[in-house]
């Protein structure tokens, strides 16, 4: 996990907040997220990279 600045906001994605099933054919690619909270458009939020390993 990269670090993160003091007082920076940050996503935890875990198996209890995210559980899916990837196929072999994903393994080494990356994944964007967008977390949005109540309120908010999702136009407005950033995606997040998260890079699968290469293999498990």
Do not use: C, W
Not at 17 to 32: A, E, V
Not at 34 to 43: E, L, N
């Amino acid at each position: 996990m990269k670090s993160h600045q003091k007082g920076e906001g940050f996503v935890l994605l875990n198996e209890s907040i995210i559980n899916m099933d990837i196929k072999s054919s994903m393994m080494g690619k990356s994944l964007f997220f967008k977390a949005v909270t109540y309120g908010r458009s999702i136009d407005d939020a950033k995606a997040l990279e998260f890079k699968l390993p290469d293999k498990i």
